[in-house]
């Protein structure tokens, strides 16, 4: 069955620190990625996707994924994170084509001090 | 953000009471998804549909049901609620074909006593 690992349950940073969250999958086949955030108390939010093209996607506040096919993996990244970053992140993982069913990692969650 | 409520948002019922939750879109995407989202367990799927009265079960379905009889509405249905069941569900849809992304709901914590 396919499924989705997220490495680092929690992590705790202080604000200007670098983070890297680590996304691997285990499917052969053809998928698209996805990186959710979940605030405190909130929904999930899409931060980025990556479907096709450019391994490396940016998406919304900064952050950024790449996305290394040999590896099977799909890691986060931002250069230097905020007090505002504190949140749940989520790595999904969902199959090219059929009905979009997605597949949820664990998840992270990211603390950062002031 | 795109329109998706859920309600209700709270719920607090007990063991053995059937819940209904509903899940309302005004963006007329023909995909709308269940998920219970549980500490350590990320996000799962319990019921999937890909259209009017076109159903299927996901990875955890068990004690669950659902039904959609407009495109707007996406209902889940406890028969009898369990305290296993205690979590918080989301609501997602898409648009489907090349533009899959799920835009997810705000979500009903429900406890089960």
């Known amino acids: 069955a396919q499924s989705v690992s997220q490495h680092n349950h929690h992590v705790i940073l202080s604000e200007a620190a670098s983070l890297e969250l680590g996304c691997n999958y285990s499917?052969?086949?053809?998928?698209?990625l996805f990186w959710y955030v979940q605030y405190p108390g909130q929904h999930l939010q899409l931060l980025l996707k990556y479907f096709s093209g450019d391994p490396l996607v940016k998406g919304i506040k900064g952050f950024e994924a790449e996305f290394i096919k040999s590896k099977f993996s799909f890691n986060l990244r931002k250069p230097s994170v905020q007090w505002s970053d504190t949140a749940e992140y989520f790595c999904?993982?969902?199959?090219?084509?059929?009905?979009?069913?997605?597949?949820f990692g664990a998840g992270t969650r990211l603390a950062v001090h002031p | 953000d795109a329109g998706i409520t859920q309600s209700p948002r709270h719920k607090v019922t007990e063991t053995g009471t059937p819940v209904t939750l509903r899940c309302h879109q005004t963006?007329?995407?023909?995909?709308m998804y269940w998920y219970r989202q549980d500490p350590g367990h990320g996000l799962r799927l319990i019921h999937y549909s890909y259209g009017v009265k076109d159903t299927d079960k996901g990875e955890v379905s068990d004690g669950y049901s659902v039904s959609r009889s407009k495109t707007e509405d996406f209902l889940l249905t406890l028969e009898s609620a369990t305290s296993s069941q205690t979590s918080v569900y989301f609501c997602a849809i898409s648009e489907g074909g090349r533009i899959n992304t799920q835009y997810f709901g705000p979500g009903t914590r429900l406890t089960v006593l």
């Open positions: 499917y052969g086949g053809t998928v698209n």
């Open positions: 963006e007329n995407h023909r995909y």
């Open positions: 999904a993982v969902n199959l090219s084509g059929g009905y979009n069913k997605l597949i």
